[in-house]
């Protein structure tokens, strides 16, 4: 068995390896063999400096997260730094990759830190509802002062080697391929003095801080912030790192941490941490399936879908060819692309030559011919069956014998699609969430006949255009669409019971929601589906349409916007509601909040239940991951079926009888045998 710590002794250089693959994690074997390599450093007089590295290709993906929730096994994490940092013999570290969390931690416990320009180094506990519980709010700030240390421990963000350098978190950066020589010449050049800074030990960076700078930060992140628990704690605990002695500011990290691993939140971001892993993974995939090389992708469409997919692929630098039927629908829609990444260079998140790389390698065509020799092609055309299947015949004719042909339907039957060619095993749905450039989520949706290669591909290739994948079996909606039709269905008919939109909106936001049905519907517009010349006041959204209230891009909808887009309520639409709910025969009541969380979560859950039984998602981690991405299901919940585990599933069943819903009898079953969803 490979050791995770090896020892090199170099004349009076002790040089401690760290390899633990994938991600160098600290895990209780990692602690326990580095303390053992830290002790003999201590012992042996003839080593007056130590080197800590790692193999592969980071330093340190932190402390080891499965092991949380289980007891501490000594050397906790915060032992071995101490024992690191107590060692009285300078310590160089030499970082590369990525060091974040514990990685990092182990670095602020080392008197000298060295890099090389690619490196990444944060503190991402926040993300996962934990703060650095390795002393990374105590000697951080101590090492790089208040205002530098506030955004990374409470954002979670990394930041890179020249950032890292400048604001005193390492001291020196060194070629790539140096990295090891120079760590050691570092070692010798400081072996045998006695003034090595000590993290711990350090006030030059705090004494003179501004005391105002955490009310500062907190208002300034007070959106990002809100509704979580370990930011808040991470500010305090830096706070505490300015009033306190080490030691005392120490202990309330410990027990922050303590408070927050053991918390709903940290669980439950834990968990979607782990789910957006495991949803990548296709259960049952022969191991020896390899993925089709894709190099050039084909979209139909220049349409906000079709622009925004090709993004995709354009940003990750692959070859895109763009049809449509008309040139000044391409033309509209190449100039959309380029305002697009100029928007993002105008943030500074792409430079101006990225820009024109991106778009240097989109070709556009009137012609289905050109994609005769494209890998991928996917269409994003009208969400018409028979548009679609008319496009797929055109396909099968054209592209080369082993592309994949996808389509971007967001409910249709990607059977009944791919039955409309001759190689339904090359047919795929990829159905990207709009703006589709901007949205993490793509369900992976495999048709009946679809190959184990081509899913394998999907897969590969999501990962490589920077989206969480998961796999949906075939269903009228797939598995976010399926479950978000049973919340509108209820959104609906509270207003006709005497809910209005303001008051069912409020009660997703609250609950963690960027935005609720209503307002989600005037974003995307009520006129999508509507059709002018059928149309005939059938229900609300139908008379709102007539109206011209389609939504904010009308400056109305179920709300009323001013210039800036804010909302207020509309009597026009409350007056539309009470016509039609008088119309119901249903009795007008007051409806409490908690009804109404009820009956818009409840019954999304359930259908998730019922998607598990029919096996259209893979896990229920996966309809997890799928709220999260695509939706805007508040992560510090875990997603639908990890929060209704978390209220109890004997609550959410006795909740749907309540309101005379019929559970599935997966949900009953696990209820029952008081099981969880996410095992
Ligand atoms: N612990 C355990 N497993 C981990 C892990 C970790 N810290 N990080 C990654 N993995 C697994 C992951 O589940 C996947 O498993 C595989 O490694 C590859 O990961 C005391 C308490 C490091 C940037 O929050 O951000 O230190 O699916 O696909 O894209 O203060 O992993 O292969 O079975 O993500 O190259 C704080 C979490 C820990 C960083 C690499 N650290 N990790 O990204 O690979 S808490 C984090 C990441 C801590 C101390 C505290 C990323 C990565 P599988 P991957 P990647």
Redesign the pocket.
Known sequence: MMSKITTAREDEVLVITLDNP??N?FSTEVRQAMAEAVDTAAQDDGIRAVVIRAEGR?FS??????EFGSAPVHPT?PELIDSIENLAKPVVIALNG?A???GC?IALGCNYRITVPSTKIGL??V??G?L???G?TQRLPRVVGVEEALPIIVTGNPINAKKAEAIGLVDRIVEPDKLREEAMAFAREVAGRDDHPVSSQRTDRIKDHDPGVFDAFREKHGRRLKGLEAPQKCIEAVKLATELPYEEGIAKEREFFMELVNGDQSKALRHV??AE??ASKIDGLPKDVKSLPIRKVGIIGAGTMGGGIAMNFLSAGYDVTMVEREQEALDRGVGIIRKNYEATARKGRMTAEQVEGAMGHLTTSLDYQDFADCDLVIEAVFELMDIKKDVFGKLDAICKPDAIMASNTSYLDVNEIAACTSRPEQVVGLHFFSPANIMRLLEVVRGDKTSPQVMATAMDLAKKIGKVAVVSGVCHGFIGNRMLAKRQEQASDLLMEGARPAQVDKVLTDFGFPMGPFQMADLAGLDVGWDPDTTSSANVREVLCERGRRGQKTGKGFYDYDENRQRTPSEEVDAVIADFAAQSGKQQRDITDEEIRERLLYPMVNEGALILEEGIAQRASDIDTVWINGYGWPPYTGGPMFWADTIGLDTVLAGLEKHGMEPSQLLRDKAANGERFNG
């Open positions: 994938p991600v994690a980071m993906g932190g402390a080891d997260i499965t994490l990525t974040l969390g514990g931690e991402p506990e993300k996962i934990i650095p519980g390795a990374g941490f782990f892993r495991q």
